[in-house]
């Protein structure tokens, strides 16, 4: 894992955070869970699935997300939508549409899967950090006087 590769999606991701007109105290916390997502996506990736490494890393992000918010009391969509920006898998959008202009059709479907399973995924793993959130503050409140 090359530690450039995380200075390029925190970069990225400040870059987008900008051009959304977040606030510049809440741009580290969307740099950090895009250089987090893309260390735990780098790491499972080269390891075996792919699609288990964009899962790992939304639930991570989403997670990290969750958790400023509530110190922040900001909402966590500014910083999940950030953050997950160096995941969304672009290239493989393109390369499906190209294959497709090609007429390379079972190659636009192989590679239209993989895209469709990695979106999938990043969709399950922010869902999941959600919910989890959701769960735990739930039960804060219902513990506490």
């Given at each position: ?9 925190a ?38 699935d792919?699609?288990i ?8 992000i ?30 493989g ?53």
């Amino acid at each position: 894992m090359n530690p450039l590769e995380l200075l390029w999606a925190a970069s990225a991701t400040a870059g987008f955070a900008i051009l959304f007109d977040l606030r510049p105290r809440d741009l580290p916390l969307a740099m950090a869970g895009a250089a987090l997502g893309w260390w735990i996506f780098s790491a499972l990736r080269s390891a075996g699935d792919p699609a288990i490494g964009y899962f790992a890393a939304a639930t991570a992000i989403g997670l990290l997300s969750e958790l400023g918010a509530h110190v922040l009391r900001r909402p966590a969509f500014l910083y999940m939508v950030c953050a997950i920006l160096p995941l969304v898998p672009g290239g493989g959008m393109y390369n499906t549409m190209l294959q497709s202009v090609r007429g390379d059709f079972p190659g636009s479907l192989a590679i239209g899967f993989a895209t469709l399973q990695a979106a999938g995924a990043i969709a399950a793993g922010l869902a999941v950090s959600s919910a989890l959130a959701r769960l735990l503050s739930i039960g804060g409140r219902l513990k506490s006087p």
